[in-house]
């Protein structure tokens, strides 16, 4: 895996405020990592915006939510996955 | 007295969804004419193959799809929140009515409540 | 590799059981890091999060017993499990020595769960190497 | 004029105290609808909103208690005030037959508020000639 | 004052998601009552976008917000007018 | 380490940007380097005359006004934000900094901390 600059953990549902934050907070270096409410942005059209940040979703929140099959811009992630991403990055914000 | 009960919260990160489903199935158990509206991220409820045992939760689907067979009068989707999440008639339970304009069913009801 | 190098994780938990599904991801997190070999320094739970540490919670039998499961995890690691006492007595959540200090009628936190200050939250950020919130989606 | 004619309300309170302002302003309402010659039918709490029923609150004393502002308004003009046993028994609220049953170690519901099915709010909603939903805000 | 036919009571700040469904469903005869964060819409501005419908907002929330001064478009209120208009309404719809 | 805690939420609604704050002293009290950020919704924490009585709650406008003498290092108000809810230098607390682009503030702490 790329090294992370700051890995940012997103739990609430495209329509929720701090979504469009946290997007605009995205630099060259980090990644996101969708949770919860957050990996029905896999349904949304047009959702991922830079093809610059890698996209994680968590795979156990997205086949809960019907949406088990990956993009080819998101990768599936589980629980191992994720902590790991956290130990990677030199910083991490949950928004 | 007639009751709309909307749901406009995604599944399973809050519990209020499942709780306004409860309210739900409570009102008709006592025959009282009740419908549901999914809307905004609510409408996720509505969409196939929810598999929520490594999140250890129940699912809601078999629920939804029972409510017709528990006196629930109408099951109504935004049309145009099932747009913006991807879901149609091949991808949704079965059963559920789509509305054009959710808004209206609003001032049909007498008696309106929010999930949370 | 630097990057990979285990971790010593402080949790803190602001979403409530059964209204969010913050402490169940935190769980599932924390059963994750500990199998990795990550350490964790302790769990701190703060606003709403509180709620996961009573003792009289008593969902349907078909549905996961959180503030159980964080328990047996806390127990079985011996991780210390910290509520905000702030947060903890505004919103009903008491330990015996509370009990007593407040006079109320009863006291509910489960064990091994304990009740202190926002103190154990900056050790915590002092001490770990990560500090990772799991809050109330929506 | 009938618009303005006295009416009987059923109040419903989904959002928790000290984490939505749902019961403040609910409160505050049914004070007013008291004095202006209105009935309450009854108080509903459900979901997050049965945390307004605990005797263990303890807010810091510059703080307002709002259970027991609830509870002594509930007294004081004779208003059922019923907590929602699906809400509460997740949210680890219990009255004693609950606490036995479960075989829990303490009950915490705060008199004169009661533990009872969504039945009750289906008869508030059958009973009374309003109906008003006090959510949590955001 | 004018008869209501539904009157929705929105408490949820202008950022909320349900902000824009409530402005959504108003219809002519319909009345907007602001409460809690949504008495903020207050100092949006161009936040009021029908002027065929009468919005209210609680004056106690209006001033603790630091917004006591009214718009002309918008009539503060105490909880016994609050009350009134759940009175006079047909419907009372909360957000 | 440098801290910022993120308030986004509007004042008195909810308790999550109250809490904030106690975090924000806490970490003051113990000498740790933290800063505070007003974003969204949030910046209505910073205006003034903020008069809370009838809804029985205590301002938050003199806990805001002394951070700085409790030790917090800088407080931020995001500029778009406050542009939106019609706050400027006439009708805000004393002692906040505008900032223009607030997401750079969260790269430039190694931790930062939302208001729930």
């Given at each position: 895996m790329m090294p992370i600059n700051t890995l940012h953990i997103l739990n609430k549902?495209?329509?929720?405020?701090r979504t469009a934050q946290c997007k605009h907070a995205l630099r060259p270096g980090d990644a996101l990592l969708l949770t919860e409410n957050a990996v029905l942005a896999l349904s949304?059209?047009?959702?991922?915006?830079?093809?610059?940040i890698p996209v994680y979703a968590l795979e156990p929140d997205a086949v809960a939510r019907g949406l088990g099959r990956s993009g080819t811009e998101t990768t599936l992630v589980d629980f191992s996955a994720m902590v790991n991403l956290t130990a990677q990055a030199q910083n991490v914000i949950s928004w | 007295m007639s009751t709309l009960i909307v749901i406009d919260q995604s599944p399973y990160g809050t519990w209020e969804g499942r709780e306004a489903l409860d309210m739900t199935f409570s009102l008709a158990a006592f025959d009282q004419s009740v419908s549901l509206l999914f809307t905004?991220?609510?409408?996720?409820?509505?969409?196939?193959?929810?598999?929520t045992s490594k999140i250890e939760q129940k699912s809601v689907e078999k629920n939804i799809s029972a409510a017709p067979i528990f006196g629930v009068k109408a099951i109504y989707a935004d049309a145009k929140a099932c747009v913006q999440y991807g879901l149609g008639l091949d991808n949704m339970l079965a059963g559920v009515a789509m509305a054009?304009?959710?808004?209206e069913l609003l001032h049909e009801h007498t008696h309106t409540a929010f999930a949370g | 590799m630097a990057a990979t190098s285990l971790q010593n994780y402080t949790l803190v938990i602001t979403g409530a059981p059964y209204s969010s599904q913050a402490p169940q991801t935190a769980l599932l997190f924390a059963r994750a890091a500990i199998a990795a070999g990550h350490t964790l320094d302790r769990v701190f739970l703060y606003g709403d999060g509180v709620?996961?540490?009573?003792?009289l919670s008593a969902p349907p039998?078909?549905?996961?017993?959180w503030a159980k499961e964080w328990a047996r995890f806390l127990k079985d690691n011996a991780v210390p499990g910290v509520a905000c006492i702030a947060s903890a007595l505004r919103r009903g959540l008491v330990n015996e020595s509370e009990k007593k200090r407040y006079e109320l009628p009863a006291s509910n936190l489960l064990e091994p769960f304990i009740i202190a200050g926002l103190g154990e939250w900056v050790e915590g950020t002092m001490a770990s190497s990560r500090v990772i919130y799991f809050h109330a989606g929506g």
């Open positions: 549902a495209p329509d929720h405020p949304v059209a047009g959702g991922h915006d830079d093809p610059a | 905004g991220a609510g409408v996720n409820w509505l969409r196939k193959a929810q598999t054009e304009n959710s808004a | 709620h996961l540490a009573s003792s039998s078909d549905e996961t017993h």
